[in-house]
């Protein structure tokens, strides 16, 4: 196992399942840090430039779920489904990265 797939199990686990202020904090940071690494994985060869973009989408539909469960108008069950969804759906798409990833070792 790499770093970086090693940086993704890390993060996967750090992933928040229960919505609160604390863990709101979280995500947003886990969703930084894995925008990052998506980043440097799509650099590595044209495979993986053609093959992350759905990735990236993804963590926008993720950000735009977090932002839904901080609305003020929102109930505390919205918000909770809102977050729920938003933290099954980046495990998902973190899954998924990990199995097309494969230790970097794909060709070009």
Do not use: C, W
């Not at 686990?13 to 229960?18: D, L, T």
């Not at 918000?79 to 729920?84: R, S």
């Amino acid at each position: 196992m790499n770093s970086t797939t090693a940086a993704l199990n890390e993060l996967f686990s750090r992933i928040p399942r229960r919505h609160s202020t604390e863990n709101i904090n979280d995500i947003n940071s886990i969703l930084t840090e894995y925008e990052d690494i998506l980043i440097t994985i799509e650099a590595l060869n044209p495979f993986y430039e053609k093959n992350t973009n759905v990735f990236f989408d993804e963590l926008e539909e993720v950000r735009s779920k977090i932002k839904k469960s901080t609305d003020n108008k929102a109930s505390k069950k919205m918000k909770d489904n809102f977050f729920d969804e938003a933290s099954g759906a980046l495990k998902d798409s973190m899954q998924a990265l990990i199995a097309i990833y494969a230790d970097g070792k794909q060709p070009i």
